[in-house]
């Protein structure tokens, strides 16, 4: 099955910076959105942060101004740029890719760990 894989996530200090990058795991059709959302322990899963193919953008309250999503559509690849961070960003971070037109799927990364601490 297709899956997603994300990479870039670590440990860094309050006021640091990380990129994460999100690539299928084989050929897909051009997702309609892709995004990112992260789950702390203890707490539900959250949208963080969302893209069209087209470039708009939606960002969770708690990140604007601080976390910048990009998308090549010629890889179907998406990024989160996060600047900024805060102990409060920690938790595990989830890609999704979502196409609801013909050949519609739903696809999910399994995670990556982003740990801000100092």
């Known amino acids: 099955q297709v899956q997603l894989v994300e990479s870039g996530g670590g440990l860094v200090q309050p006021g640091g910076s990380l990129r994460l990058s999100c690539a299928p795991s084989e050929s897909i059709s051009s997702p309609n959105t892709m995004g990112w959302y992260r789950q702390a322990p203890g707490k539900e899963r959250e949208l963080v942060a969302a893209?069209?193919?087209?470039?708009?953008?939606n960002y969770a309250d708690s990140v604007k101004g601080r976390f910048t999503i990009s998308r090549d559509n010629a890889k179907n690849t998406v990024y989160l740029q996060m600047n900024s961070l805060k102990p409060e960003d920690t938790a595990v971070y989830f890609c999704n890719a979502n196409r609801y037109w013909f050949g519609g799927y739903d696809y999910w990364g399994r995670g990556t760990q982003v740990t801000v601490s100092s």
């Open positions: 893209i069209s193919r087209d470039g708009r953008t």
